[in-house]
């Protein structure tokens, strides 16, 4: 045992301190490739002293206090699944390791809520939850790996977001351990008027502002009825006019998926599930139906979108199963990357425009645009290649940077579901404006030590 193993096991049973390489070095990074950094803004990378894996709140607590006791930074980290970077660890100092915090501790299926510890894994809260007659409404691709903890901090969008919201928007009440050690429990009701809601201190935070420890969340009975449908449309800007519609309509469907892959088809195509009640999903599919053909669609058997549902969640097994390939640079001397923002509908299609026009000057290729939940919620995905271009990683990079400046001058928002980490910490200050300065103002109040996750949200 090394001193701090020593220090750290007077207060926490020593078989749950490790400093084992191979388990440091799996809870040293998320899914943040290395082909995915800025090379100008590349932080320096320091492997962890020491990972911790708490049982209980107390436990947490105790850690905390522990922390500023030695001026140690503390990573909470859950199913490592963050694309930004939020579980990177660029100081040397503790990994809290969530996953043994994940009891499902209340299913109160009068009220439609859950209270769970926050290393639970999705899939095993969902999987629970339909004992009970009941789903969990996050569903993002890596329901098989992010935690309840880890979906919250980085106000995750799953494939259902369309009627259950993002993660945050399923939070009732929070339990966290402050940066002072101190607990923080907030009331799970559907509504209160009673004050500053202080779950969007975690919501978002990227444990910047608390490790959360148990969660009271939303939960939806199981659909009675899920209805499916595949169009394909001979332009993105037909499909666009069509959604905008749906939603002009109030259409809600759980899932909308659209985008226009040309290496997979051509032209855009679009998903749709809607799921709830019987009578209800009937109407609103047909109706969804009726308007993709009023604008020249075509329609694809619904089996298509049936194995598109059935398929979803095959990309995060795999990442699971290779944790590895967070390492990788740019696969066969080409670098991916992809942008999700957050913009007016109005602007939508001139973005789409004009970042044609970006990419092509900076010898980038555009290959895929698509929405995601509403016509609100734009992405792309991008690739350069070596020898293309002089600096592939740079190239790709520099037009993502000038791709999100844009969207922060249309109004719209740099991210919708991945968070900031370190990869888009460098564009925070356009983001909020003087907002940043307030966010630093409450992180060093609440955390003058600067213990929880330092240098993550350019905090
Ligand atoms: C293949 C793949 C597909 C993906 N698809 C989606 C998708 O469809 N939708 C989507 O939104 N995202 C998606 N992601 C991103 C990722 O799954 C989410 O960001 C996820 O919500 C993170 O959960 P996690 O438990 O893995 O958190 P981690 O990666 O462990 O942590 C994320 C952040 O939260 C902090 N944190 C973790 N637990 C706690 C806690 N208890 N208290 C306070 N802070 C905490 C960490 O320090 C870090 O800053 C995908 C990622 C991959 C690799």
């Given at each position: 045992?090394?001193?701090?193993?020593?220090?750290?096991?007077?207060?926490?049973?020593?078989?749950?301190?490790?400093?084992?390489?191979?388990?440091?070095?799996?809870?040293?990074?998320?899914?943040?490739?290395?082909?995915?950094?800025?090379?100008r803004h590349r932080p320096e990378l320091a492997a962890p002293l020491?990972?911790?894996?708490?049982?209980?709140?107390?436990?947490?607590?105790?850690?905390?206090?522990?922390?500023?006791?030695?001026?140690?930074?503390?990573?909470?980290?859950?199913?490592?699944?963050?694309?930004?970077?939020?579980?990177?660890s660029i100081r040397p100092g503790l990994v809290v390791d969530l996953?043994?915090?994940?009891?499902?501790?209340?299913?109160?299926?009068?009220?439609?809520?859950?209270?769970?510890?926050?290393?639970?894994?999705?899939?095993?809260?969902?999987?629970?939850?339909?004992?009970?007659?009941?789903?969990?409404?996050?569903?993002?691709?890596?329901?098989?790996?992010?935690?309840?903890?880890?979906?919250?901090?980085?106000?995750?969008?799953?494939?259902?977001?369309?009627?259950?919201?993002?993660?945050?928007?399923?939070?009732?009440?929070?339990?966290?351990?402050?940066?002072?050690?101190?607990?923080?429990?907030?009331?799970?009701?559907?509504?209160?008027?009673?004050?500053?809601?202080?779950?969007?201190?975690?919501?978002?935070?990227?444990?910047?502002?608390?490790?959360?420890?148990?969660?009271?969340?939303?939960?939806?009975?199981?659909?009675?009825?899920?209805?499916?449908?595949?169009?394909?449309?001979?332009?993105?800007?037909?499909?666009?006019?069509?959604?905008?519609?749906?939603?002009?309509?109030?259409?809600?469907?759980?899932?909308?998926?659209?985008?226009?892959?040309?290496?997979?088809?051509?032209?855009?195509?679009?998903?749709?599930?809607?799921?709830?009640?019987?009578?209800?999903?009937?109407?609103?599919?047909?109706?969804?139906?009726?308007?993709?053909?009023?604008?020249?669609?075509?329609?694809?058997?619904?089996?298509?979108?049936?194995?598109?549902?059935?398929?979803?969640?095959?990309?995060?097994?795999?990442?699971?199963?290779?944790?590895?390939?967070?390492?990788?640079?740019?696969?066969?001397?080409?670098?991916?990357?992809?942008?999700?923002?957050?913009?007016?509908?109005?602007a939508v299609l001139a973005f789409r425009r004009a970042a044609r026009?970006?990419?092509?000057?900076?010898?980038?290729?555009?290959?895929?645009?698509?929405?995601?939940?509403?016509?609100?919620?734009?992405?792309?995905?991008?690739?350069?290649?070596?020898?293309?271009?002089?600096?592939?990683?740079?190239?790709?990079?520099?037009?993502?940077?000038?791709?999100?400046?844009?969207?922060?001058?249309?109004?719209?928002?740099?991210?919708?579901?991945?968070?900031?980490?370190?990869?888009?910490?460098?564009?925070?200050?356009?983001?909020?404006?003087?907002?940043?300065?307030?966010?630093?103002?409450?992180?060093?109040?609440?955390?003058?030590?600067?213990?929880?996750?330092?240098?993550?949200?350019?905090?």
């Amino acid at each position: 045992m090394n001193p701090l193993q020593e220090k750290l096991a007077k207060i926490i049973d020593s078989e749950r301190i490790s400093t084992e390489s191979d388990y440091l070095d799996e809870l040293s990074w998320d899914a943040l490739s290395e082909g995915r950094f800025h090379p100008r803004h590349r932080p320096e990378l320091a492997a962890p002293l020491c990972a911790v894996t708490p049982l209980s709140t107390e436990e947490v607590q105790r850690l905390v206090g522990f922390a500023n006791q030695e001026k140690l930074s503390i990573v909470p980290f859950g199913g490592g699944s963050g694309l930004m970077g939020g579980a990177l660890s660029i100081r040397p100092g503790l990994v809290v390791d969530l996953r043994r915090m994940n009891r499902i501790l209340h299913i109160d299926a009068e009220s439609r809520s859950a209270q769970v510890q926050a290393g639970a894994v999705l899939e095993t809260v969902d999987l629970a939850l339909n004992e009970h007659g009941f789903i969990l409404g996050h569903d993002p691709w890596t329901v098989p790996v992010a935690t309840i903890g880890g979906a919250i901090s980085t106000n995750s969008v799953g494939y259902r977001a369309g009627i259950y919201g993002s993660m945050g928007e399923q939070v009732l009440g929070l339990e966290a351990v402050m940066a002072n050690g101190e607990v923080m429990r907030t009331r799970p009701v559907q509504k209160h008027s009673a004050g500053l809601n202080l779950n969007f201190l975690l919501i978002g935070g990227e444990g910047c502002f608390g490790i959360i420890t148990e969660a009271t969340i939303r939960i939806f009975p199981k659909p009675e009825a899920r209805r499916f449908g595949g169009f394909l449309f001979a332009s993105f800007e037909q499909g666009y006019g069509a959604i905008q519609q749906m939603f002009q309509r109030r259409l809600r469907p759980a899932l909308l998926d659209f985008g226009d892959d040309a290496e997979k088809h051509d032209g855009a195509l679009l998903y749709l599930v809607f799921e709830g009640n019987e009578e209800l999903t009937t109407i609103e599919a047909r109706q969804a139906a009726a308007l993709c053909l009023s604008h020249g669609a075509k329609e694809l058997p619904s089996s298509d979108a049936e194995e598109f549902w059935r398929e979803r969640h095959e990309i995060a097994r795999r990442f699971a199963r290779n944790r590895r390939q967070r390492r990788e640079r740019g696969r066969d001397g080409i670098y991916r990357d992809w942008i999700h923002v957050a913009l007016p509908s109005s602007a939508v299609l001139a973005f789409r425009r004009a970042a044609r026009q970006i990419t092509e000057r900076h010898g980038v290729r555009l290959q895929e645009s698509g929405l995601w939940v509403q016509p609100e919620l734009f992405s792309m995905r991008l690739a350069a290649e070596d020898g293309a271009v002089a600096d592939a990683q740079l190239a790709l990079e520099e037009a993502i940077e000038e791709l999100l400046r844009m969207v922060q001058q249309m109004g719209g928002s740099m991210e919708y579901t991945h968070g900031v980490g370190v990869k888009l910490a460098p564009l925070m200050a356009e983001e909020h404006g003087y907002g940043l300065q307030v966010m630093r103002q409450i992180k060093q109040t609440l955390d003058p030590n600067n213990i929880l996750n330092p240098g993550k949200m350019a905090l």
